[in-house]
């Protein structure tokens, strides 16, 4: 099972990553937590992205195609694997493309969690309110150049996997709750919830 968690900043794509996982023992892969891990571990590739994180746009492409082809053959993908923040450029998904078509695997389906910037905006600015700005790029100008940067660069991927019939759009305004059984309705539209 190969599924994309699509959506923009604070859609709650983390959020139900951690419920599918919890669900179904998928591996979640959220680029943005690789990439906060090498901040954070002060890593050679922490201190190329930082700054770029920071100001809310994206990493290169390279960069994260490196990390996400390694990661990929790791063990604990081969059950099933929740991309989070992976894709967000036409090149990273074509680049997916072709790595999958090397691992001998497809993408099952792409889960767009649909959230208005108004909606997404106040969200972020509770999450400041309640962790105190615990994420570096948790602020308003910040998320606000992320939205931007999503829909110059990331939206367009729609397209991109409506052409391919991969595209299940759910209404992220609704709950937790609703959003999850959302997303299970679609796991058992594709039929591939066990495996
Ligand atoms: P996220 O937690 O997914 O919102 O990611 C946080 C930040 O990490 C983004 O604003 C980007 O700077 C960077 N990032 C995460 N995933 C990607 C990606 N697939 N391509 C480029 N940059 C990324």
């Keep these: 099972m190969m599924l994309i968690l699509f959506g923009p900043p604070g859609a709650g794509k983390g959020t139900q990553a951690a419920r599918l996982?919890?669900?179904?023992g998928f591996a979640?892969?959220?680029?943005?937590?690789?990439?906060?891990?090498?901040?954070?571990?002060?890593s050679e590739l922490g201190r190329q992205v930082k700054a770029i994180m920071d100001r809310g746009e994206l990493v290169p492409d390279e960069l994260i195609l490196a990390l996400v082809r390694e990661r990929l053959q790791q063990p604990d993908c081969a059950r099933g694997v929740i991309l989070d923040g992976f894709p967000r450029t036409l090149a990273q998904a074509e680049a997916l493309d072709r790595l999958l078509a090397e691992l001998g695997r497809r993408i099952d389906a792409v889960i767009a969690l649909e959230v208005?910037?108004?909606?997404?905006?106040?969200?972020?600015?509770?999450?400041?309110?309640?962790?105190?700005?615990?994420?570096?790029?948790?602020?308003?100008?910040?998320?606000?150049?992320?939205l931007e940067v999503y829909h110059q660069q990331t939206r367009?991927?729609?397209?991109?996997y409506r052409r391919q019939g991969?595209?299940?759009?759910?209404?992220?305004?609704?709950t937790i709750e609703e959003v999850a059984r959302a997303i299970e309705d679609v796991l058992a539209r594709i039929g591939r919830a066990g495996g």
């Design 21 to 24: 996982v919890a669900r179904h």
């Design 28 to 42: 979640h892969i959220s680029t943005g937590d690789m990439l906060r891990a090498a901040v954070a571990a002060g």
């Design 116 to 146: 208005p910037d108004e909606v997404l905006l106040s969200r972020i600015e509770t999450r400041i309110r309640e962790t105190g700005g615990a994420r570096s790029d948790d602020n308003v100008d910040t998320l606000k150049r992320r």
């Design 166 to 174: 991969l595209l299940y759009e759910v209404d992220g305004t609704r």
């Design 156 to 160: 367009p991927l729609l397209d991109y």
